[in-house]
Nanobody, 128 residues
Framework: QVQLVESGGGLVQAGGSLRLSCAATSGETFRSYAMGWFRQAPGKEREFVASITWSEHNTYYADSVKGRFTCSVDNAKNTLYLQMNSLKPEDTAVYYC????????????????????WGQGTQVTVSS
């Protein structure tokens, strides 16, 4: 069983930065996993933000965040990160991390149904 716990959300002004963390625990290795970040704004569907392979660190981003957000993994700490720069009010959402056991492939998984495990989410609010 995989457990994912997000942290790092908060309130920030437009143009500011935040770094989200996702601590991952499992009884097995994450070697073949892909990890992802998704977000869900009120009244909207959950949408893809970024994904990364656990071992190779290959990444894939949604067009809306490309060049502003950076997804990374610290294998020693079993932690996934999402560095968010140049934040905009439209980035306001609950952010979720997710894990897919056989995601080390191309193209990387980027759809909700492709991920088996989810964290509880962390709120990010960007004020204008």
């Amino acid at each position: 069983q995989v457990q994912l716990v997000e942290s790092g959300g908060g309130l920030v002004q437009a143009g500011g930065s935040l770094r989200l963390s996702c601590a991952a625990t499992s009884g097995e290795t994450f070697r073949s996993y892909a990890m992802g970040w998704f977000r869900q704004a009120p009244g909207k569907e959950r949408e893809f933000v970024a994904s990364i392979t656990w071992s190779e660190h290959n990444t894939y981003y949604a067009d809306s965040v490309k060049g502003r957000f950076t997804c990374s993994v610290d294998n020693a700490k079993n932690t996934l990160y999402l560095q968010m720069n140049s934040l905009k009010p439209e980035d306001t959402a609950v952010y979720y991390c997710a894990a897919e056991p056989y995601g080390s492939r191309w193209p990387l998984p980027s759809h909700v149904h492709e991920f088996d495990y989810w964290g509880q989410g962390t709120q990010v609010t960007v004020s204008s």
